[in-house]
């Protein structure tokens, strides 16, 4: 099984910059994409940035030059950089990740517990 942890969620003033990491540990053959989504209160869940395996990301319109996604495959982890933080981003922000457990398994996607990122005005 994989676990997702993340962790540098916060407090931040609007404006500011905060750094999320979301690192997968378990048994696996591999881990392929990985990503971010948020849910703000009241508010269904969105993916906010994906990066696959090979390092293209993708990003939702929102955070289009403000945030960047990287990882860093060595390790399993996944970063993203929040910069020019709104108070519209506020909300609990979930890694995710595709991971396959052998060699001739298909692909399953993993879930982070969250991680609360509030951004004041």
């Known amino acids: 099984q994989v676990q997702l942890v993340e962790s540098g969620g916060g407090l931040v003033q609007a404006g500011g910059s905060l750094r999320l990491s979301c690192a997968a540990s378990?048994?696996?053959?591999?881990?392929?994409?990985m990503g971010w989504y948020r849910q703000a209160p009241g508010k269904q869940r969105e993916l906010v940035t994906s990066?696959?395996?090979?390092?293209?990301?993708n990003y939702v319109d929102s955070v289009k030059g403000r945030f960047t996604i990287s990882r860093d495959n060595a390790k399993n982890t996944v970063y993203l950089q929040m910069n020019s933080l709104k108070p519209e981003d506020t909300a609990d922000y979930y890694c995710h990740a595709y991971a396959t457990l052998t060699r001739y398994s298909g692909s399953y996607k993993y879930w982070g517990k969250g991680t609360l990122v509030t951004v004041s005005s």
């Open positions: 378990g048994t696996f053959f591999s881990i392929n994409a």
């Open positions: 990066i696959t395996g090979d390092g293209s990301p």
